[in-house]
T-cell receptor
Framework: AQSVSQHNHHVILSEAASLELGCNYS??????LFWYVQYPGQHLQLLLK??????LVKGIKGFEAEFIKSKFSFNLRKPSVQWSDTAEYFC???????????FGDGTTLTVKP | GAGVSQSPSNKVTEKGKDVELRCDPI?????LYWYRQSLGQGLEFLIY????????KSGLPSDRFSAERTGGSVSTLTIQRTQQEDSAVYLC??????????????FGEGSWLTVV
């Protein structure tokens, strides 16, 4: 069975700092990769996704993520965070054979103004 | 509808009572998930339906929890003899397995359950 590991449970940054949230998965087959975000009081929504092609994907609000197949990783990055990025971030991996997605435990990001 | 619809949005129930939570997925989505999210916690997988295949029930925490999906569309999550530890937000999500946005999961707003 596949699993998803998010290494940081809680990250605290000041505005304008750079962000990198780690995500590793354990599955040897073909996968689709996702980052979802949950802003305070809102429901989960898609931030960005990787299906195929360029392993560096761009998402909304200046976020990007890089798929490194050899490392089974899909880390989320943003060069300069804003207070409004305060949220919980979830990495997810979809097994394209079984169709089922698995989520990591989430990382809470707090950005101090 | 345009998105995943869940009802009720809020439910307060007495300990020991049964509750039913409903999910109406996006039309055409063959995959449906139930998750639970407790305060300050991550997503806890409960159950996964995919088409006509047998559901993956591996996340159900006890036999008090059950779910069904009728006609490959609407799903109901039932919690029998509710306990205070069942208090959480119950999230439903759906996805299309094939197509340009295949496997992207769309979440509902959740059903907030409080057991008193």
């Amino acid at each position: 069975a596949q699993s998803v590991s998010q290494h940081n449970h809680h990250v605290i940054l000041s505005e304008a700092a750079s962000l990198e949230l780690g995500c590793n998965y354990s599955y040897g087959g073909t996968v689709n990769l996702f980052w979802y975000v949950q802003y305070p009081g809102q429901h989960l929504q898609l931030l960005l996704k990787y299906f195929s092609g360029d392993p560096l994907v761009k998402g909304i609000k200046g976020f990007e993520a890089e798929f490194i197949k050899s490392k089974f990783s899909f880390n989320l990055r943003k060069p300069s965070v804003q207070w409004s990025d305060t949220a919980e971030y979830f990495c997810a991996v979809n097994d394209t054979n079984a169709g089922k997605s698995t989520f990591g435990d989430g990382t809470t990001l707090t950005v101090k103004p | 509808g345009a998105g995943v619809s869940q009802s009720p949005s809020n439910k307060v129930t007495e300990k020991g009572k049964d509750v039913e939570l409903r999910c109406d997925p996006i039309s055409g989505h063959t995959a449906l998930y139930w998750y639970r999210q407790s305060l300050g916690q991550g997503l806890e997988f409960l159950i996964y339906f995919q088409g006509n295949s047998a559901p993956d029930k591996s996340g159900l925490p006890s036999d008090r929890f059950s779910a069904e999906r009728t006609g490959g569309s609407v799903s109901t999550l039932t919690i029998q003899r509710t306990q205070q530890e069942d208090s959480a937000v119950y999230l439903c999500a759906s996805s299309r397995i094939q197509g340009p946005s295949g496997n992207t999961i769309y979440f509902g707003e959740g059903s907030w359950l409080t057991v008193v």
